[in-house]
């Protein structure tokens, strides 16, 4: 099954309870107020952010009126078209080469096995990949980041638990401008985004890559756990304050009733999702693709 058919799997649980009540909402009101209404209801049911489902649906009630048009079919794809187009409104990265890709957020939301998939993702592509073990606060979590290593079939740099993770970054670095590695992935330690040092300690490990590594391609992508829906937002906005976001991660996709905080995600916060993991296996994890996300939202 390709990305396509498991991004639409994936969101099966969403898409069951949206397409139920958009359903019942064209046999039970013409198109006038109170369907708009409802609409709006519909999306924030979905864990759309009020501001950004109001915007949504005000786009639509000008696009209707001004076609004079009230066929279901009509404002479906009109509703499915605006959807997109906030989706579209954070360009993603192109990622360059070489590339360091850090990547954070909060314990609990998959970034080691986010990591693991990745690593197997560029592998795919034909690109050599190294792995950086820069949580050494997590209990086995070096350990866990070498068996997925070990499954990608990549290099891992790792120190003992409880090292500076600056340093495991330092060497990661050497050892990937040495040997001419195309895609350096450091795994970072969960943090409360409240924990200033925490934030202060990720601060360091840019600095480390900034000043040995000039000429690499940095980016820092946000994990985020599907799941959580508009907590996943919240985290997205407290991060995006304290440290320069590139693109996000969604993990557990193939979880959620409510993923309609990714709107809100890319139109009010412009930080955009850059891949979805859609299932358990290490080849679950694939470029998010927009047009594809709305037509399994609805």
């Given at each position: 099954?390709?990305f396509?058919?498991?991004i639409?799997?994936?969101?099966?649980k969403?898409?069951?309870?949206?397409?139920?009540?958009?359903?019942?909402?064209?046999?039970?009101n013409?198109?006038?107020d109170a369907?708009?209404?409802?609409?709006e209801?519909?999306l924030?049911s979905?864990?759309?952010?009020?501001?950004?489902?109001?915007?949504?649906v005000?786009e639509v009630k000008?696009?209707?009126?001004?076609?004079?048009?009230?066929d279901?079919?009509?404002?479906?794809?009109?509703?499915?078209?605006?959807?997109?187009e906030?989706?579209?409104?954070?360009?993603?990265p192109?990622?360059?080469?070489?590339?360091?890709?850090?990547?954070?957020?909060?314990?609990?939301v998959?970034?080691t096995?986010?990591?693991?998939?990745?690593?197997h993702?560029?592998?795919?592509?034909?690109k050599?990949?190294?792995?950086?073990a820069?949580?050494t606060?997590?209990a086995?979590?070096i350990?866990q980041?070498?068996v997925?290593?070990?499954?990608?079939?990549?290099?891992?740099?790792?120190?003992?638990?409880?090292?500076?993770?600056s340093?495991?970054?330092?060497d990661?670095?050497?050892s990937?401008?040495?040997?001419?590695?195309d895609v350096l992935?450091?795994?970072?330690?969960?943090?409360?985004?409240?924990?200033?040092?925490?934030?202060?300690?990720?601060?360091?490990m840019?600095?480390?890559?900034e000043?040995?590594?000039?000429?690499?391609n940095f980016?820092?992508?946000?994990?985020?756990?599907a799941?959580?829906?508009?907590?996943?937002?919240?985290q997205?906005?407290?991060?995006?304050?304290?440290?320069s976001?590139d693109?996000i991660?969604?993990?557990?996709?193939?979880?959620?009733?409510?993923?309609?905080?990714?709107?809100?995600l890319?139109?009010?916060?412009?930080?955009?999702?850059?891949?979805?993991?859609?299932?358990?296996?290490?080849?679950?994890?694939e470029?998010?693709d927009?047009?594809e996300?709305?037509?399994?939202?609805?």
């Amino acid at each position: 099954m390709g990305f396509f058919g498991k991004i639409r799997e994936a969101l099966k649980k969403t898409k069951e309870g949206v397409a139920l009540k958009m359903r019942h909402l064209f046999l039970k009101n013409k198109i006038g107020d109170a369907f708009y209404e409802e609409l709006e209801e519909i999306l924030i049911s979905a864990d759309v952010s009020v501001r950004t489902a109001e915007e949504v649906v005000e786009e639509v009630k000008e696009e209707a009126i001004g076609g004079k048009i009230k066929d279901e079919g009509f404002v479906t794809d009109l509703l499915k078209d605006i959807l997109e187009e906030k989706l579209e409104e954070a360009p993603v990265p192109e990622i360059r080469y070489p590339a360091v890709i850090f990547f954070i957020g909060v314990n609990g939301v998959g970034k080691t096995t986010t990591l693991g998939k990745l690593a197997h993702y560029f592998v795919r592509q034909g690109k050599t990949v190294t792995v950086a073990a820069a949580d050494t606060f997590r209990a086995a979590a070096i350990d866990q980041l070498s068996v997925w290593a070990d499954r990608a079939k990549v290099r891992i740099v790792k120190h003992e638990e409880g090292s500076d993770p600056s340093a495991v970054v330092y060497d990661a670095v050497s050892s990937a401008k040495a040997r001419g590695t195309d895609v350096l992935l450091v795994d970072t330690a969960g943090r409360l985004h409240v924990k200033e040092n925490l934030l202060g300690e990720l601060k360091k490990m840019d600095r480390v890559v900034e000043r040995e590594y000039p000429e690499a391609n940095f980016y820092k992508f946000l994990v985020l756990d599907a799941t959580t829906g508009q907590n996943a937002f919240a985290q997205a906005r407290v991060f995006k304050d304290a440290v320069s976001l590139d693109g996000i991660v969604l993990t557990k996709l193939d979880g959620t009733a409510k993923g309609g905080f990714v709107f809100s995600l890319c139109s009010e916060l412009k930080v955009p999702v850059v891949f979805a993991g859609v299932g358990e296996k290490i080849e679950d994890i694939e470029l998010f693709d927009a047009e594809e996300f709305v037509e399994g939202f609805f």
